[in-house]
């Protein structure tokens, strides 16, 4: 191999390199829990400080946590196990739909769950990429979880966990680097090289 063809190698290596660092794959991934305290409660979740998502759908998890108020019981589930229990959840305004560990009418049964007075589950929701991305321009996004009047809560405080991940937009990576700016900095390279060629001779 030549060295003008090792040079170009090293060349299209670099580029290559500078390529695959300019587009990195990042997710932002935020948690928020709360505790069930009152028969039928009302949660609202609000995520603050938030970057831009890239416009891609994002996902939501709701799930049920440990049993904070009772020691070493093992029942941390929520009871929604009746036609009449179950939650709705939504998202800046817009009903993401109704669920239960039942198979009650018209409602969506969580897929996975066990139990059932004492229902654990882990329900993922997709979230629309263009609402998300309007959503995300202020920084902030609020998602309530509203259970209905009959799921009672027995005093054990269960745990209502709420996590909202999405790919970020600008996660402080290198920059892309634009068509003309890579042509120019091969072209520094290759005038680089033509110098150093004459100056050795």
Known sequence: MTK??????????????????????SAALITQTQIFLNDGQDFLFDFAGLGLSDGTNGLLNISTG??????????GGIDLDQQNEFFDV?????DLGRYACSGAAGVMPIPG?????????????????????????DGMVSF??????????????????????????????????????????????LFGYAAARRFTK
């Open 4 to 25: 003008i063809n090792k040079t170009f190698t090293k060349c299209a290596m670099a580029l290559a390199t500078t390529a695959a660092l300019s587009f990195p794959a």
């Open 66 to 75: 440990e049993a904070t108020l009772s020691p070493g019981n093992n029942f």
């Open 90 to 94: 939504g998202f800046e305004g817009t």
């Open 113 to 137: 769950s066990v139990g059932d007075i004492d229902c654990a589950f882990s329900l993922d929701i997709a979230l629309d990429g263009a609402q998300l991305l309007s959503s995300l321009l």
């Open 144 to 189: 309530s979880v509203n259970l209905s009047d009959a799921v009672t809560e027995f005093g054990e405080g269960e745990e209502i966990i709420v996590t909202l991940s999405y790919a970020d937009a600008d996660d402080g990576g290198v920059q892309p680097v634009s068509a003309p700016a890579t042509l120019g900095m091969l072209g520094l390279g």
